[in-house]
Structure formats: structure tokens, C-alpha cells
């Protein structure tokens, strides 16, 4: 038999203690549950104990059904086996990503009414939102936490790309396992917040989706790895490392200061670029060679201070780079702008 817990164990031993809370809620005994995910009763004893993904699944699979509650006794009613399934095919029709999840958002709220889901969009942050209508109880933790993954890893899979968030807040107090929520959640997570949240760059949201029935149909075969699942394929990864290298270039003069910013490790950075038929050198010439070319074109500035905020540690490799891409010095490219004939209306 399989050692499910022979993987990585991240997974908080108080969401299962939430999924036992269910099988009391409706009556009923976990010890079959426990037994297929081969977890031991004494572990629930344990608040610093973990699970590895491979045994939540398995819980959490073994519950819905015995319980018949996608939903794992969260709400007031039931969630019946299937419900998120029907979310999915009812948002896999749309044309990008941002309907899709609002779609998913507005129909979850015909599956019951104790929370409402929201997506916003504010300049170039895209939020999804809970908004809690009734007390959850002990099952609030568990609750938030697997909404907002849930939805995460269907908005990956729907576009075929990891979309890495850049915060995650919660509104209850910081629990005693709160590191695992950096696995849990890609970016800073804070607690005690007004509503639980997730964020992410808005571009995503007009992604087409990459899905179509018979995908879906495959996915709900064994869906609940999606909320654990790490894509390899970031399709906006190319945009995110140029808007990173123009607005931060004094931090990013390193693939490890670059991928710090972008949340993912020096090696994936590479990885990814070059999947997407990019490099980082590469980038970095042309965001650099626009930004010297706008401020020696648009501002008087000297030569030195061009450098620097084009992202250059010194006046002589800016030149020297300069020369290589444009076959000019900087003094002289400015000089040939100046004296170039204006066009009527400039």
C-alpha cells in the first residue's frame, strides 16, 4: 500500500480536525475517512502535527462523498456531490479569464447564501473577495482558506498558467501553524484583516481560457490536486519581468534580486523565460535601452545620471552597452535627435 504520508507533510493537522467536525455535524463516523488517508486518531491531539497533500486529498475526497458535501460542512445546506462541477462548466464557455471567475462567483451564491465571492479590479490589482453572512464557527478557518484555493487553482488550470498572488489576507487572528500559509499562498499573507482575500496582477484576468469540455471532463476526475497544484508555465511572466525591470531598476540589477521581487526562486525565473521563448538578458537590454532612450530623447540630464536610472552601476558600461545597441554614443544619439528636423506638431 501506498505511504501517503511519505510526501512532503504541510498540510495543518486542524483542517482535518474541520473535516472531522463535519462527519459530527452530520452524524457520522470519520474513522473510515482517517483510515484511507492513513492518518492516526493521536495525530488530531497534535496542534503542530502535519499532513501531506496526498493524504488531504484523499480525506477530502472520502468526505465529500460519505457526506455528500463538496463543501465539507462549512455552510448551513449541503454542497451535493458535483456543485463545483457545475461552477466549473458553467464559467468554461467564457472568453477570458475575468468573466469566468465572475461567473464562478456569481453562481456560487445560488449554492448557498452564508458567503458572497467578488472580484474587483483596481488600476492593475485584480481582488477576489469573501464576504461572510453568517457566523462560520470552528469551521471559519478551513472554510476561507479552501474557497479561495479552491477558485485559485481552477482560474490556473482554466488559462493553463500558474498566476503567482501577491498577498493573501485573512480576518481572523494569525493560528499557531500560520507558516504553512507560505505554501499555502504565493506572496505575503496577513491576518486580521477586514475580509479574506486574495490578490494578483490584473492582466490575468483578460487571459483567454485554454479548456474546453473534454478537459473539464478529465479534470473532474481528480480535481482536488488543482488547489495544490504548481504550474510550471507562467503566461505572463515575460510582461511581469519587464514592468518589473522599468519600475523597479535599481532593485533588479541580479536574477536573484528579480526573482525576489517576482516571488519565485532564480532558477524557475530562467526556466520559465526560456520556456516562453525569452531571456532575462535580453529583457534587460531592451527595458533598459527604452528607459536611456526616453531620458536622453526627453530630459537634459548628464550622461552619469542616465545610467543610473536606466539601472547601470557606472557610467562606462552604460556606454559601452549603449554603443552595442545602437551604434552611437549617448551623447551622440542625443546630439543627432536635437539636430533631426521636428515634425509640425512636435
Not at 499557531?176 to 490584473?202: K, N, R, W
Not at 534580486?257 to 534587460?284: C, Y
Amino acid at each position: 500500500m501506498q505511504n501517503l504520508s511519505s510526501t512532503t507533510a504541510a498540510t495543518p493537522v486542524a483542517f482535518v480536525n474541520a473535516i472531522v467536525k463535519a462527519y459530527v455535524k452530520y452524524g457520522k463516523s470519520p474513522v473510515h475517512a482517517l483510515e484511507s488517508a492513513q492518518i492516526a486518531p493521536e495525530l488530531l491531539e497534535n496542534p503542530g502535527a502535519r499532513i501531506s497533500a496526498a493524504q488531504m486529498e484523499r480525506i477530502s475526497d472520502a468526505a465529500m462523498q460519505e457526506l455528500d458535501d463538496e463543501a465539507l460542512g462549512w455552510f448551513s445546506r449541503r454542497l451535493p456531490w458535483g456543485s463545483y462541477g457545475m461552477l466549473a462548466r458553467a464559467s468554461i464557455s467564457a472568453p477570458k479569464l475575468g468573466v469566468a471567475l465572475q461567473r464562478w462567483c456569481r453562481h456560487h451564491g445560488l449554492l448557498t447564501d452564508d458567503i458572497s465571492l467578488q472580484v474587483q479590479t483596481t488600476q492593475d490589482i485584480a481582488t477576489i473577495s469573501i464576504t461572510e453572512n453568517r457566523d462560520l464557527g470552528a469551521m471559519r478557518e478551513f472554510c476561507l482558506v479552501s474557497v479561495l484555493r479552491n477558485l485559485h487553482g481552477v482560474a490556473c488550470w482554466l488559462i493553463d498558467s500558474r498566476i503567482p498572488l501577491q498577498g493573501a489576507r485573512f480576518p481572523f487572528a494569525a493560528p499557531v501553524h500560520h507558516p504553512v500559509y507560505a505554501v499555502l499562498f504565493s506572496g505575503a499573507t496577513t491576518f486580521e484583516q477586514a475580509q479574506a482575500q486574495i490578490q494578483m496582477d490584473a492582466r490575468y484576468l483578460d487571459l483567454p481560457l485554454r479548456r474546453n469540455e473534454a478537459a473539464l471532463q478529465q479534470m473532474l476526475q481528480h480535481a482536488l490536486p488543482l488547489t495544490v497544484l504548481q504550474y510550471r508555465r507562467d503566461r505572463l511572466l515575460v510582461q511581469r519581468v519587464r514592468l518589473t525591470l522599468a519600475t523597479h531598476p535599481g532593485q533588479t540589477r541580479s536574477a536573484n534580486d528579480l526573482a525576489a521581487l517576482l516571488h519565485v526562486s532564480p532558477r524557475t525565473l530562467h526556466r520559465q523565460l526560456k520556456d516562453e521563448g525569452a531571456s532575462l538578458q535580453a529583457l534587460k537590454d531592451e527595458v533598459r535601452r527604452q528607459r536611456a532612450q526616453d531620458l536622453l530623447l526627453r530630459t537634459d540630464r548628464p550622461i552619469k545620471q542616465v545610467a543610473q536610472a536606466a539601472g547601470f552601476q557606472n557610467e562606462k558600461s552604460f556606454m559601452r552597452a549603449f554603443k552595442d545597441w545602437t551604434g552611437q554614443s549617448p551623447a551622440e544619439f542625443r546630439r543627432a535627435a536635437d539636430a533631426a528636423p521636428k515634425s509640425p506638431g512636435g
